[in-house]
């Protein structure tokens, strides 16, 4: 067991462009959970699934992004026409759905830069 | 909505003190209430977990304390050393999924 791994670390894209990342959960957690989190800020809450389907979004996940784990293991966030604003660091967290007592493990962030 | 609040903002020792760091939450009905490590420019690692029913938490020199009925939870840091030099974050849950985060508290041990 590796933990949770994102892919890219980091990703510099010009406004406009579609960029898209990837996320590994450690492999017997059936729960995964984006946040978006800007400097200086506590991550924040955008969206979780449970297995395949996708249970709760943030008003925060404008319809320029959006999420999907198709076979109930790696889940993908892909944003579309970038803006500045979309900067910031896009953590993934993964938990076992034994009970709501469970700690999320974080991977290492993708860092997005929006020029 | 829950909102959580951490003080101090930042804190600066020198190596070898004790010191507490403050959360503070709206919404008492947590299920648990987890404090984690952040290092500059990388992901958050778990550091505690308190259950709801649970009033602290140890882990080596690490100790996490919450009190449901006042909003509160507090991390106590034995005996500080410059590799505790991190952003610390506290984090409750609203419900099964959505965790809430404070800012965190930026700390800086001295040698």
């Known amino acids: 067991d590796t933990g949770v791994s994102q892919n890219p670390r980091h990703k510099i894209t010009k406004r406009g462009q579609n960029v898209t990342f990837r996320c590994d959960p450690i492999?017997?957690?059936?729960?995964l959970y984006w946040y978006r989190q800007t400097l200086g800020q506590g991550p924040e809450f955008l969206t979780y699934?449970?297995?395949?389907?996708?249970?709760?979004k943030s008003r925060l996940l404008s319809d320029r992004f959006s999420a999907e784990r198709p076979k109930g293991s790696f889940s993908t966030l892909e944003i579309q026409r970038t803006e500045q604003g979309d900067s910031a660091m896009y953590l993934c967290?993964?938990?076992?759905?034994?009970?709501?007592?469970?700690?999320?493990?974080f991977g290492p962030g993708t860092r997005l830069t929006v020029l | 909505k829950q909102e959580v609040t951490q003080i101090p903002a930042a804190l600066s020792v020198p190596e070898g003190e004790n010191l507490v760091l403050n959360c503070s939450f709206t919404d008492s009905a947590i299920y648990n209430l987890q404090w984690f490590r952040q290092d500059p420019g990388k992901g958050l690692t778990s550091l505690l977990l308190?259950?709801?029913?649970?009033r602290e938490q140890t882990s080596g020199r690490l100790n996490a304390s919450l009190d449901k009925s006042s909003g509160r939870s507090t991390l106590y840091i034995a005996a500080s050393q410059p590799g505790d030099s991190a952003t610390y974050l506290c984090a409750a849950p609203r419900g099964y999924q959505k965790v809430t985060f404070g800012i965190g508290t930026k700390l800086q041990v001295i040698p």
């Open positions: 492999s017997e957690h059936n729960r």
């Open positions: 967290a993964s938990s076992q759905r034994v009970a709501p007592n469970t700690p999320q493990y």
């Open positions: 308190i259950q709801s029913s649970q």
């Open positions: 699934f449970q297995n395949e389907a996708q249970l709760e």
